[in-house]
């Protein structure tokens, strides 16, 4: 697997075409009947706006650092706007059509203990015009973009699938397809299409047997002028043929919470490593594994690359390849998982030398929330603190050890003379809910605490476990 071209996500330029949606959810709790009828009465206490159907997708290649565009059909009205702003948040180039007198897509689901008591769904379905409006908007940002992903729901923004494929493809674009029609001969010219199980049976594939699958799969991507499918198969994994080739990938979760968004989470991560310059076959290697992170969530969730390279980490079994997210984009990631709801911890030292003080530090302070974040002194930083001879290990290197800690999510180098060496500055780009600090300090003492307190957060010290320290392994070593 060419694992160096995880360096290069961010190069991915992806424009997903197709059915947009509005998710919103409103969580309460139940305690009563309601006297009108024999209904549960939820009590709202949060509302919650997601993106969904192609939406989901452009979010899920957001979320992986892919540089995103989103093309769809909405209404001229507050769910469209609800939807527009949640995008904006996500940082995905939208430029979606409005429609006068059709109602942007919209599913409102009521969620109570953790369970969905109704929903609600808002819809009419677009009109050839109305598709053809999009087909034109395609003609002008097609240029600006390497891959085109159609996210079919059957919804009617893409009824010029045919016309659209071929814009892209006169273009010199690598086309992905979540298919929805029976009829894969709709979507001719197609590098790759992505059906579930479900959908390759209506299709006319044969499960059966394997070599009955095998050779009915190659005989409607031939017949439908198809170069390839990815066949999603749910507990079996998944299925990668071409006419000539068959590759299989065993499911890579060991509990399912939810399948929702599952299959937006494999045509968006295979989009995303494609557009990095992976093979096709690593690309769905890849996908593969960030299905599995998605499904072991709640809801239609999206993967992070950190995420992602844990996973791989745990596939590799240790070969010794890595991936390091780019420093540059981690603040992104942290304000994705701030949208989500998530609670984020921040601690910051050299770990020079990572002992077990060090590791049980780490995993007490990642208790405190749902995400941690770890400031790193950069190598003049520890010089100028502990001396000309240190640090031991470079500041990459230092990296790459504590992100392979399961407790660590994040890690950022700070340090510069202008900062005077604290983390005062990051803490402050960081904004987290919690600030943990370890050692005999008080709240006073800490860099970064009065920020954090002025933000509403909470500032913790922890103790460290006797008689483990950096200083204490050298002079044994030494010794």
């Known amino acids: 697997m060419e694992l160096s071209r995880l360096q290069h996500l961010t190069?991915?330029?992806?424009?997903?075409?197709?059915?947009?949606?509005?998710?919103?959810?409103?969580?309460?709790?139940?305690?009563r009947i309601s006297p009108?009828?024999?209904?549960?009465?939820?009590?709202?206490?949060?509302?919650?706006?997601?993106?969904?159907?192609a939406a989901n997708v452009a979010k899920n290649i957001a979320h992986l650092d892919g540089q995103v565009g989103l093309l769809g059909l909405i209404g001229h009205d507050t769910d469209g706007i609800a939807l527009e702003k949640t995008l904006e948040q996500d940082h995905i180039a939208s430029q979606l059509v409005k429609v006068e007198g059709y109602p942007t897509i919209a599913k409102m689901r009521v969620i109570s203990r953790h369970q969905q008591v109704v929903r609600l769904?808002?819809?009419?379905?677009?009109?050839?015009?109305?598709?053809?409006?999009?087909?034109?908007?395609?003609k002008t940002v097609v240029d600006d973009y390497d891959i085109v992903l159609f996210s079919d729901y059957n919804k009617g923004a893409l009824a010029s699938?045919?016309?659209?494929?071929d814009v892209a493809k006169a273009a010199g674009k690598f086309v992905l397809i979540d298919p929805k029609s029976h009829d894969l001969a709709r979507y001719r010219g197609a590098n790759i299409v992505t059906p579930n199980l479900n959908e390759f049976k209506l299709a006319g594939g044969l499960v059966d047997s394997e070599e009955l699958l095998t050779q009915s799969a190659r005989d409607l991507i031939t017949s439908a002028g198809i170069e390839a499918m990815l066949l999603t198969r749910s507990e079996q994994g998944m299925s990668l043929i071409t006419a000539t080739e068959k590759y299989d990938f065993a499911a890579q979760v060991l509990e399912v919470s939810d399948v929702t968004g599952a299959g937006d989470t494999v045509i968006a991560t295979l989009a995303v490593m494609l557009g990095a310059g992976m093979p096709a076959k690593d690309a769905v290697e890849m996908a593969n594994l960030a299905a599995g992170i998605a499904v072991g969530k709640l809801g239609a969730a999206t993967v992070s690359p950190e995420e992602l390279s844990r996973k791989l980490g745990q596939y590799l079994r240790a070969t010794g390849e890595h991936y390091q997210t780019p420093f540059d984009d981690v603040l992104k990631h942290i304000e994705f998982a701030k949208q989500n709801?998530?609670?984020i911890v921040f601690t910051n030292g050299c770990f020079d030398i990572l002992h077990a003080g060090h590791v049980r530090y780490l995993a007490q302070a990642k208790a405190r929330g749902d995400r941690l974040v770890v400031g790193l002194n950069n190598d003049e930083s520890i010089k100028r603190l502990k001396g000309a001879d240190r640090p031991i290990n470079p500041l990459n290197e230092r990296a790459m050890v504590l992100s392979a800690l399961a407790s660590v999510d994040w890690v950022?180098?700070?340090?510069?003379?202008?900062?005077?060496d604290t983390p005062a500055a990051l803490i402050e780009k960081v904004n987290p809910h919690v600030l943990v600090k370890g050692g005999d300090y008080t709240v006073e003492q800490i860099a970064g605490a009065d920020f954090v307190l002025s933000q509403g957060g909470e500032v913790e010290v922890l103790t460290f476990l006797d008689g483990c320290s950096t200083s204490n392994v050298i002079k044994k070593i030494k010794a």
């Open 341 to 343: 709801g998530e609670k």
């Open 161 to 165: 699938i045919e016309a659209m494929i």
């Open 36 to 53: 009108e009828a024999p209904v549960p009465v939820v009590k709202v206490s949060k509302v919650e706006d997601k993106a969904g159907g």
């Open 11 to 31: 190069e991915a330029k992806v424009l997903v075409v197709g059915d947009v949606m509005l998710d919103r959810y409103w969580h309460g709790d139940t305690g």
């Open 412 to 420: 950022i180098p700070f340090g510069s003379v202008e900062e005077n």
């Open 121 to 138: 769904d808002m819809e009419e379905t677009f009109t050839q015009a109305h598709s053809e409006s999009l087909l034109e908007r395609l």
